[in-house]
Structure formats: C-alpha cells, structure tokens
C-alpha cells in the first residue's frame, strides 16, 4: 500500500528539519533532500565530475566552497540546480516508492519553487519571523531572495505553523497533522 505523503517546506532556518524529527517521534517514514543532495556530492560520480570541471577539484565535497560561488552568481546556482534537481527528485521518488510506513515525510526547502508540490498528498509550511531565524542561524544576504514569500506559501499548503515557541508547540502541530492525515486516509 502506497504511504500518505507529506512535504515540508518553508523559509531558511525556519525549522523545517526540527519538523521533519516530529514526524519520525509520529511514526512517519522521514527524509530530506538536503540529505539527498549532500549524498549527491559525496558519492555520485557524475555530479562530483561536472562540479570538478566547472569549478576544479578544491570545489568537489567542500560545501563551503561551492556556496561561495553559487550563491555570489546566480548562473552558476542555476547551473548547479539543474545538475541536482532532477538527480534529488529521482532519488526522493525511489525513496517513497521503498517506504513500507503507513505515512512518509520529505522536507524539501524549494518545494514550491522546484513545482515539486503536486508530488505529494500534502504540504506542511514552516515559517518563524525573520528576527527568529535569524537568531537561528545568522543573515541570509540575498540567499532568500529566489524563494517564494512565506505567505504565499501558507496560502498554497494544506497546514502552516509558525515555529517561534517551543519544542513541544512543534510537535503538538505536527501530531495533529499527522492525526489528519492518516484518519482521511483511511476513510
């Protein structure tokens, strides 16, 4: 039986990755394609041997490296989104095609950018002021400025949270979500 899927998304720092753990402490099947990318990185020959030839071999599996060009150049983000999106996109479909859990949750920071959206049964938005996912994490520069507003977003998910409390607050959201999800799926 195929699982209830569910997407979460939302802004930098905003605590998509705190929401993807409530998910797993719910019983759902979780995985991010950060991970996936970094995993692309570390072990894909392809992707290490295009990023090699465009940018050398200091750039293979260093992150901070990459970064620096790809988010001081919008071309070159471009050029390396083109060369992972389709490779995250096939490696998360596979993924769910293997889950055997009765709900699956992916967080994926550029759902609605990358139109991913219409892949799954739902979409979970996390926002937090910008005050708070600054304190989370330091500025941005212009890093947010290619991504969807939040309140766009929210008008297009099926459920939002703002993320500025607790813990606690964050998983009662999701174990409620989760409650939905699995009671509408089994009607």
């Known amino acids: 039986m195929r699982p209830v899927t569910v997407a979460i998304t939302g802004g930098i720092a905003a605590g998509k990755t705190e929401a993807l753990g409530a998910f797993a402490r719910h019983g759902a099947a979780t995985s991010s394609s950060d991970e996936v990318v970094r995993d692309l990185h570390a072990h894909d020959e392809e992707v290490r041997s ?7 071999d200091d750039a293979v599996g260093n992150p901070g490296r990459i970064g620096s060009i790809v988010f001081s150049d919008r ?18 479909d596979e993924w769910l095609r293997s889950v055997d859990a009765p709900l699956a949750a992916v967080e994926i920071p550029l759902l609605y950018e990358t139109g991913g959206d219409s892949r799954f049964d739902a979409v979970v938005v996390i926002t937090a002021p910008a005050a708070v996912r600054a304190s989370r994490r330091g500025p941005f520069g212009d890093r947010e400025a290619r991504l969807l507003p939040d309140e766009e977003k929210i008008q297009r998910a099926d459920f939002s949270f703002v993320n500025d409390g607790s813990r606690e607050a964050l998983d009662a959201f ?14």
């Open 50 to 56: 295009a990023i090699r030839e465009r940018w050398g």
């Open 75 to 92: 071309s070159e983000l471009e050029w390396l989104e083109q060369l992972l999106h389709p490779k995250t996109r096939e490696a998360m």
């Open 174 to 187: 999701v174990a409620g979500v989760v409650e939905k999800l699995l009671s509408s799926s089994a009607a």
